[in-house]
T-cell receptor, first 116, second 113 residues
Framework: NAGVTQTPKFRILKIGQSMTLQCTQDMNHNYMYWYRQDPGMGLKLIYYSVGAGITDKGEVPNGYNVSRSTTEDFPLRLELAAPSQTSVYFC???????????????FGPGTRLTVL | GENVEQHPSTLSVQEGDSAVIKCTYSDSASNYFPWYKQELGKRPQLIIDIRSNVGEKKDQRIAVTLNKTAKHFSLHITETQPEDSAVYFCAATGKNRDDKIIFGKGTRLHILP
């Protein structure tokens, strides 16, 4: 299994440009997440999904959009990029979020985004 | 909602000594407490977890303890080695399948030679 994969690894955007960060998992996980991690800081949840067709906002959703048309894919869309969106973006997936077992979140390798 | 506080934010220990990182949580319904390790430039990875029906769990040099009454849990690393240098995140989540996992802000652990 490849686990969680993300593309691209690095990207530089100009202010006002848009882009989509791709995330794919091959573990048949229902739950998928997008986090951002600013330099030296913790993980902030942007959006999450509990299954195909269902998404919900996290702690810092402004400036981002997501969709979940399949179990495997959970793309993150940045519209009108701003310098404040310079960060490392991690996608993650898990079998469940709370409850019984299989809560472990598996993270992708991250996308390092710079907005100039 | 749940809130997870983590201390200290930075910790430096001499190689071979022990390191302890502490977290508190606010929701008494939380019942699953994982710890993630993030090495420099890498992704976070689960290193150990504990559920509310146990008070302690060990895996070689790392252990986690849980005090449900006080609503705090701790990560203990013994005989620290250079490869233990990383950022460690604690987290908490509840018993329902859709309960969100809440992460602490992280502790940067430096192992000094």
């Amino acid at each position: 299994n490849a686990g969680v994969t993300q593309t691209p690894k690095f990207r530089i955007l100009k202010i006002g440009q848009s882009m989509t960060l791709q995330c794919t998992q091959d573990m048949n996980h229902n739950y998928m997440y997008w986090y951002r991690q600013d330099p030296g800081m913790g993980l902030k949840l942007i959006y999450y999904s509990v299954g195909a067709g269902i998404t919900d906002k996290g702690e810092v959703p402004n400036g981002y959009n997501v969709s979940r048309s399949t179990t495997e894919d959970f793309p993150l869309r940045l519209e009108l990029a701003a310098p404040s969106q310079t960060s490392v973006y991690f996608c993650a997936s898990s079998w469940s979020s709370g409850g019984g077992v299989y809560n472990e979140q598996f993270f992708g390798p991250g996308t390092r985004l710079t907005v100039l | 909602g749940e809130n997870v506080e983590q201390h200290p934010s930075t910790l430096s220990v001499q190689e071979g000594d022990s390191a302890v990182i502490k977290c508190t949580y606010s929701d008494s319904a939380s019942n699953y407490f994982p710890w993630y390790k993030q090495e420099l430039g890498k992704r976070p990875q689960l290193i150990i977890d504990i559920r509310s029906n146990v008070g302690e769990k060990k895996d070689q040099r790392i252990a986690v303890t849980l005090n449900k009454t006080a609503k705090h849990f701790s990560l203990h690393i013994t005989e620290t080695q250079p490869e233990d240098s990383a950022v460690y995140f604690c987290a908490a989540t509840g018993k329902n399948r859709d309960d969100k996992i809440i992460f602490g802000k992280g502790t940067r652990l430096h192992i000094l030679p």
